[in-house]
Protein backbone atom coordinates (compact mmCIF):
# COMPACT_ATOMS: atom_id res chain seq x y z
CA UNK A 1 0.00 0.00 0.00
CA UNK A 2 1.53 3.40 -1.19
CA UNK A 3 2.19 5.66 2.28
CA UNK A 4 0.07 8.80 2.93
CA UNK A 5 1.76 12.01 2.86
CA UNK A 6 1.64 13.97 6.31
CA UNK A 7 2.83 17.43 6.09
CA UNK A 8 3.81 18.99 9.56
CA UNK A 9 4.18 23.29 8.80
CA UNK A 10 6.20 24.45 12.17
CA UNK A 11 9.57 23.54 13.87
CA UNK A 12 8.58 24.28 16.87
CA UNK A 13 8.58 21.62 19.42
CA UNK A 14 4.79 20.49 19.06
CA UNK A 15 5.36 20.36 15.03
CA UNK A 16 9.18 17.98 15.79
CA UNK A 17 6.87 16.06 18.48
CA UNK A 18 4.35 15.38 15.99
CA UNK A 19 6.54 14.18 13.51
CA UNK A 20 8.69 11.68 15.50
CA UNK A 21 5.08 10.92 16.89
CA UNK A 22 3.30 10.33 13.18
CA UNK A 23 6.60 8.56 11.37
CA UNK A 24 6.26 5.72 13.82
CA UNK A 25 3.43 4.79 11.92
CA UNK A 26 4.24 2.47 9.04
CA UNK A 27 1.97 3.48 6.83
CA UNK A 28 2.57 7.54 6.54
CA UNK A 29 4.94 9.43 4.97
CA UNK A 30 5.80 12.42 7.59
CA UNK A 31 7.39 15.45 6.24
CA UNK A 32 7.93 18.68 7.70
CA UNK A 33 7.42 22.28 5.98
CA UNK A 34 9.36 25.48 7.84
CA UNK A 35 10.79 28.84 6.96
CA UNK A 36 14.06 29.26 7.63
CA UNK A 37 14.48 30.35 11.41
CA UNK A 38 17.34 32.46 12.33
CA UNK A 39 16.10 33.53 15.92
CA UNK A 40 17.65 33.12 18.64
CA UNK A 41 17.06 29.89 21.16
CA UNK A 42 13.97 29.50 23.00
CA UNK A 43 15.91 29.97 26.89
CA UNK A 44 12.64 29.11 29.09
CA UNK A 45 11.48 26.11 30.18
CA UNK A 46 8.62 23.69 30.01
CA UNK A 47 7.03 21.55 33.05
CA UNK A 48 5.37 18.23 31.64
CA UNK A 49 3.39 15.93 33.75
CA UNK A 50 4.51 12.38 34.80
CA UNK A 51 2.50 10.27 31.91
CA UNK A 52 3.68 13.05 29.52
CA UNK A 53 7.19 12.54 30.40
CA UNK A 54 6.39 8.43 29.33
CA UNK A 55 5.01 9.82 26.14
CA UNK A 56 8.50 11.73 25.57
CA UNK A 57 10.27 8.68 26.13
CA UNK A 58 8.39 6.32 23.97
CA UNK A 59 8.53 8.95 20.87
CA UNK A 60 12.17 9.51 21.70
CA UNK A 61 12.97 6.01 22.35
CA UNK A 62 16.79 5.82 24.36
CA UNK A 63 15.68 9.56 26.46
CA UNK A 64 18.50 11.29 28.20
CA UNK A 65 17.25 11.60 31.50
CA UNK A 66 19.66 14.30 32.71
CA UNK A 67 17.65 16.70 30.83
CA UNK A 68 14.34 16.24 32.40
CA UNK A 69 14.70 17.21 36.22
CA UNK A 70 11.84 15.34 38.36
CA UNK A 71 9.85 17.24 41.47
CA UNK A 72 8.36 15.17 44.15
CA UNK A 73 7.19 17.82 45.63
CA UNK A 74 4.80 20.93 44.83
CA UNK A 75 4.13 23.98 46.86
CA UNK A 76 1.57 26.12 46.58
CA UNK A 77 1.14 29.64 48.50
CA UNK A 78 -1.02 32.57 48.62
CA UNK A 79 -0.18 36.31 49.78
CA UNK A 80 -2.43 37.23 52.68
CA UNK A 81 -1.97 40.36 55.39
CA UNK A 82 1.82 40.65 53.57
CA UNK A 83 2.54 37.14 54.83
CA UNK A 84 2.65 33.70 52.22
CA UNK A 85 0.37 31.11 53.41
CA UNK A 86 1.28 27.69 52.55
CA UNK A 87 -2.32 26.31 52.00
CA UNK A 88 -2.16 23.39 49.87
CA UNK A 89 1.36 20.73 49.24
CA UNK A 90 1.24 17.57 46.67
CA UNK A 91 4.16 15.09 48.19
CA UNK A 92 5.45 11.71 46.27
CA UNK A 93 7.85 9.28 47.72
CA UNK A 94 8.19 6.72 45.40
CA UNK A 95 6.92 8.87 42.07
CA UNK A 96 7.72 11.87 40.22
CA UNK A 97 4.80 14.52 39.91
CA UNK A 98 6.36 16.71 37.00
CA UNK A 99 9.51 16.72 34.93
CA UNK A 100 10.96 20.47 34.00
CA UNK A 101 12.78 20.36 31.19
CA UNK A 102 14.73 23.43 29.14
CA UNK A 103 13.11 24.44 25.67
CA UNK A 104 16.22 24.63 23.37
CA UNK A 105 18.20 21.66 25.13
CA UNK A 106 14.80 19.68 23.61
CA UNK A 107 14.47 21.07 20.84
CA UNK A 108 17.99 19.86 19.87
CA UNK A 109 17.59 16.25 20.64
CA UNK A 110 14.44 16.48 19.04
CA UNK A 111 16.14 17.60 15.62
CA UNK A 112 18.93 15.56 15.82
CA UNK A 113 15.98 12.55 16.20
CA UNK A 114 14.61 13.74 13.30
CA UNK A 115 17.64 13.64 11.22
CA UNK A 116 18.36 10.16 12.41
CA UNK A 117 15.00 9.25 11.20
CA UNK A 118 15.42 10.49 7.84
CA UNK A 119 12.68 12.40 8.18
CA UNK A 120 12.61 15.01 5.30
CA UNK A 121 12.53 19.42 6.14
CA UNK A 122 11.42 21.08 3.49
CA UNK A 123 12.45 24.74 4.23
CA UNK A 124 9.71 26.98 2.69
CA UNK A 125 7.55 29.84 4.21
CA UNK A 126 3.39 28.66 4.07
CA UNK A 127 1.52 31.54 3.19
CA UNK A 128 -1.27 29.85 2.13
CA UNK A 129 -3.43 26.46 2.26
CA UNK A 130 -2.61 25.81 -1.50
CA UNK A 131 0.91 26.17 -0.99
CA UNK A 132 0.05 22.22 0.66
CA UNK A 133 -0.99 20.91 -1.99
CA UNK A 134 0.05 17.44 -2.63
CA UNK A 135 -0.17 15.96 1.29
CA UNK A 136 -3.40 13.87 2.25
CA UNK A 137 -3.22 15.49 5.26
CA UNK A 138 -2.08 18.77 6.46
CA UNK A 139 -1.07 19.53 10.14
CA UNK A 140 -0.68 23.27 11.18
CA UNK A 141 1.85 23.77 13.83
CA UNK A 142 2.47 27.79 13.59
CA UNK A 143 2.04 28.64 17.65
CA UNK A 144 -1.09 31.27 18.23
CA UNK A 145 -1.00 33.74 16.03
CA UNK A 146 -0.94 32.17 12.62
CA UNK A 147 -3.44 33.86 9.84
CA UNK A 148 -3.45 30.79 7.81
CA UNK A 149 -5.90 29.67 10.47
CA UNK A 150 -8.42 31.93 9.05
CA UNK A 151 -8.93 29.66 6.24
CA UNK A 152 -9.82 26.95 8.53
CA UNK A 153 -11.89 28.31 11.32
CA UNK A 154 -15.37 28.45 11.46
CA UNK A 155 -16.63 29.30 14.41
CA UNK A 156 -15.63 32.31 16.95
CA UNK A 157 -13.19 30.89 19.33
CA UNK A 158 -13.38 31.70 23.07
CA UNK A 159 -11.04 34.64 23.66
CA UNK A 160 -9.85 36.75 26.39
CA UNK A 161 -7.06 39.25 26.80
CA UNK A 162 -5.72 39.13 30.15
CA UNK A 163 -3.99 42.49 29.75
CA UNK A 164 -0.87 41.04 31.21
CA UNK A 165 2.91 39.78 30.42
CA UNK A 166 4.72 36.77 31.13
CA UNK A 167 7.97 37.55 32.58
CA UNK A 168 10.67 34.44 32.50
CA UNK A 169 14.11 33.90 33.07
CA UNK A 170 16.54 32.00 34.86
CA UNK A 171 18.18 31.88 38.26
CA UNK A 172 21.27 30.55 39.46
CA UNK A 173 21.13 30.14 43.21
CA UNK A 174 23.08 28.21 46.28
CA UNK A 175 20.27 27.30 48.07
CA UNK A 176 19.21 24.18 49.21
CA UNK A 177 16.11 22.28 49.00
CA UNK A 178 14.05 24.62 46.20
CA UNK A 179 10.85 22.49 45.18
CA UNK A 180 8.52 23.54 42.73
CA UNK A 181 6.28 25.83 43.62
CA UNK A 182 3.63 29.28 42.96
CA UNK A 183 3.32 31.94 44.45
CA UNK A 184 0.23 33.54 44.15
CA UNK A 185 1.37 37.14 45.00
CA UNK A 186 -0.84 40.61 44.72
CA UNK A 187 1.04 41.54 42.12
CA UNK A 188 -0.21 38.16 39.98
CA UNK A 189 1.21 34.91 40.18
CA UNK A 190 4.94 33.49 40.18
CA UNK A 191 5.99 29.71 39.40
CA UNK A 192 9.48 28.28 40.61
CA UNK A 193 10.38 25.73 38.15
CA UNK A 194 13.92 23.61 39.18
CA UNK A 195 15.72 22.60 36.60
CA UNK A 196 18.79 21.46 37.89
CA UNK A 197 20.34 21.25 41.61
CA UNK A 198 21.31 25.41 41.55
CA UNK A 199 19.09 26.30 38.81
CA UNK A 200 15.37 26.98 38.56
CA UNK A 201 13.12 29.40 36.00
CA UNK A 202 10.66 31.68 36.54
CA UNK A 203 7.32 32.45 35.04
CA UNK A 204 5.43 35.63 37.10
CA UNK A 205 2.92 36.89 35.47
CA UNK A 206 1.73 40.63 36.00
CA UNK A 207 -0.16 44.02 34.47
CA UNK A 208 1.17 45.51 31.38
CA UNK A 209 2.41 48.46 33.73
CA UNK A 210 3.96 46.18 35.74
CA UNK A 211 6.82 46.01 32.98
CA UNK A 212 9.58 48.71 33.56
CA UNK A 213 13.13 49.42 32.30
CA UNK A 214 14.11 48.45 36.12
CA UNK A 215 13.10 44.80 35.98
CA UNK A 216 15.59 42.74 36.95
CA UNK A 217 15.91 44.71 39.75
CA UNK A 218 11.86 43.99 40.87
CA UNK A 219 12.27 39.90 39.82
CA UNK A 220 15.61 39.88 41.88
CA UNK A 221 14.07 41.63 44.77
CA UNK A 222 10.54 39.33 44.41
CA UNK A 223 12.23 36.46 44.10
CA UNK A 224 14.78 37.04 47.10
CA UNK A 225 11.66 37.95 49.31
CA UNK A 226 9.94 34.95 48.98
CA UNK A 227 12.37 32.12 48.77
CA UNK A 228 14.64 34.27 51.69
CA UNK A 229 17.51 34.15 50.47
CA UNK A 230 20.15 37.30 49.63
CA UNK A 231 22.16 36.33 46.54
CA UNK A 232 20.70 35.08 43.09
CA UNK A 233 22.19 35.48 39.97
CA UNK A 234 19.28 36.12 37.13
CA UNK A 235 19.57 35.55 33.58
CA UNK A 236 17.72 35.47 30.42
CA UNK A 237 14.65 37.37 31.11
CA UNK A 238 12.21 37.24 28.66
CA UNK A 239 8.17 38.47 27.97
CA UNK A 240 5.27 37.64 26.45
CA UNK A 241 1.38 38.67 26.41
CA UNK A 242 -0.86 36.73 27.54
CA UNK A 243 -4.33 35.47 26.31
CA UNK A 244 -6.73 32.99 26.42
CA UNK A 245 -7.88 31.66 22.74
CA UNK A 246 -10.11 28.08 22.44
CA UNK A 247 -10.66 26.84 19.12
CA UNK A 248 -13.88 25.61 18.85
CA UNK A 249 -13.29 24.09 15.22
CA UNK A 250 -10.08 22.03 15.14
CA UNK A 251 -10.23 20.96 10.87
CA UNK A 252 -11.29 21.66 7.79
CA UNK A 253 -11.20 19.02 4.90
CA UNK A 254 -7.93 17.40 5.31
CA UNK A 255 -5.90 20.26 7.37
CA UNK A 256 -5.90 20.04 11.17
CA UNK A 257 -4.60 23.02 13.58
CA UNK A 258 -2.70 21.76 16.51
CA UNK A 259 -0.46 22.59 19.02
CA UNK A 260 -0.64 26.66 20.47
CA UNK A 261 -3.22 27.19 17.98
CA UNK A 262 -5.82 25.38 18.98
CA UNK A 263 -5.03 26.34 22.55
CA UNK A 264 -2.93 29.26 24.17
CA UNK A 265 -4.02 29.52 27.47
CA UNK A 266 -2.68 31.14 31.11
CA UNK A 267 0.38 30.03 32.03
CA UNK A 268 -0.83 29.81 35.80
CA UNK A 269 -1.08 26.33 35.95
CA UNK A 270 1.43 25.01 33.91
CA UNK A 271 -0.51 22.94 31.62
CA UNK A 272 -0.55 24.87 28.66
CA UNK A 273 1.91 22.03 26.67
CA UNK A 274 0.71 19.09 28.69
CA UNK A 275 -2.56 19.37 26.67
CA UNK A 276 -0.30 19.86 23.49
CA UNK A 277 1.14 16.59 23.87
CA UNK A 278 -1.71 14.93 24.75
CA UNK A 279 -3.53 15.85 21.44
CA UNK A 280 -0.43 14.85 19.71
CA UNK A 281 -1.15 11.07 21.55
CA UNK A 282 -4.67 10.70 21.03
CA UNK A 283 -3.87 11.83 16.53
CA UNK A 284 -1.05 9.07 16.93
CA UNK A 285 -3.77 6.14 18.21
CA UNK A 286 -6.32 7.92 15.87
CA UNK A 287 -4.95 7.67 12.61
CA UNK A 288 -3.00 4.25 13.93
CA UNK A 289 -6.45 3.17 14.18
CA UNK A 290 -7.88 4.42 10.86
CA UNK A 291 -4.80 3.96 8.54
CA UNK A 292 -4.65 0.24 10.25
CA UNK A 293 -8.08 -0.35 8.75
CA UNK A 294 -6.66 0.35 5.15
CA UNK A 295 -8.67 3.76 5.14
CA UNK A 296 -7.18 6.73 3.19
CA UNK A 297 -7.16 9.51 6.02
CA UNK A 298 -8.97 11.80 3.62
CA UNK A 299 -12.41 9.37 3.50
CA UNK A 300 -12.06 8.40 7.12
CA UNK A 301 -13.93 10.53 9.70
CA UNK A 302 -9.93 10.73 11.55
CA UNK A 303 -9.93 14.22 12.08
CA UNK A 304 -13.50 14.64 13.15
CA UNK A 305 -12.92 12.01 15.56
CA UNK A 306 -9.55 13.29 17.09
CA UNK A 307 -11.23 16.65 17.49
CA UNK A 308 -14.45 15.10 19.30
CA UNK A 309 -12.20 13.27 21.70
CA UNK A 310 -9.80 16.18 22.67
CA UNK A 311 -12.20 19.02 22.25
CA UNK A 312 -14.07 18.72 25.77
CA UNK A 313 -10.64 18.68 27.25
CA UNK A 314 -9.09 21.40 26.17
CA UNK A 315 -11.72 23.85 26.46
CA UNK A 316 -12.97 22.47 30.26
CA UNK A 317 -9.25 22.99 30.79
CA UNK A 318 -8.81 26.57 29.50
CA UNK A 319 -12.02 27.75 30.87
CA UNK A 320 -10.78 26.18 34.87
CA UNK A 321 -7.91 27.39 34.78
CA UNK A 322 -9.10 31.08 33.57
CA UNK A 323 -11.24 30.71 37.00
CA UNK A 324 -8.56 29.63 38.89
CA UNK A 325 -6.51 32.72 37.74
CA UNK A 326 -9.35 35.08 38.63
CA UNK A 327 -9.89 33.70 41.90
CA UNK A 328 -6.67 34.60 43.01
CA UNK A 329 -6.63 38.35 41.97
CA UNK A 330 -5.81 40.29 44.22
CA UNK A 331 -9.34 41.80 45.47
CA UNK A 332 -9.89 43.71 49.37
CA UNK A 333 -13.80 43.01 49.37
CA UNK A 334 -13.27 38.97 48.47
CA UNK A 335 -9.76 37.90 50.02
CA UNK A 336 -10.78 37.46 53.63
CA UNK A 337 -13.64 35.02 51.98
CA UNK A 338 -10.58 33.56 50.07
CA UNK A 339 -8.66 33.26 53.36
CA UNK A 340 -11.62 30.82 54.43
CA UNK A 341 -11.75 29.08 51.79
CA UNK A 342 -7.80 28.43 51.55
CA UNK A 343 -7.66 27.23 55.20
CA UNK A 344 -9.63 24.40 54.16
CA UNK A 345 -7.75 22.87 51.00
CA UNK A 346 -5.03 21.93 53.14
CA UNK A 347 -7.16 19.55 54.49
CA UNK A 348 -9.20 18.37 51.93
CA UNK A 349 -7.12 14.84 50.58
CA UNK A 350 -9.87 14.24 48.57
CA UNK A 351 -9.11 17.38 46.55
CA UNK A 352 -6.07 17.12 46.58
CA UNK A 353 -6.14 13.46 44.91
CA UNK A 354 -8.60 14.62 42.05
CA UNK A 355 -6.17 17.64 41.52
CA UNK A 356 -2.98 15.26 40.91
CA UNK A 357 -4.95 13.07 38.73
CA UNK A 358 -5.99 15.68 36.50
CA UNK A 359 -2.84 17.20 36.23
CA UNK A 360 -1.44 13.90 35.12
CA UNK A 361 -4.13 12.38 33.55
CA UNK A 362 -6.19 15.33 32.00
CA UNK A 363 -9.57 15.27 32.20
CA UNK A 364 -9.94 11.67 29.87
CA UNK A 365 -7.72 8.52 29.52
Not at 19 to 33: F, G, H, K, R, S
Not at 103 to 124: A, E, F, S, V, Y
Not at 226 to 248: D, E
Amino acid sequence: MKKQRIGIVGDGLAGLMTALALNDLPTLDVQIIAKKNKLKKDKRTTAISASNYEFFHRVLDKLDKRLFWPSKKINLFYESNEKKVNFLNFNEINNNLLYVFENDKIKDILNKKIKKKKIKIIQKSINQLGDLDGYDLKVLCLGRNSKIYQNVIKSRSIEKDYKEMALTGYVKHNTKNINTSQFFLKEGPLAILPFSKNNFSFVWSVKKGFVTKNIASTIKSKICEILKVKNINITNIQTYPLSLNLKRTYYKSDVLILGEGLHTIHPVAGQGFNLVLRDIKKLKEVLEYYTGLGMSIKSSPALEDFSNQRKSENIITGVGIDLTHNFFKHNKLLNPLKDVILKNVLKNDTLKKLSKFISNQGLSI
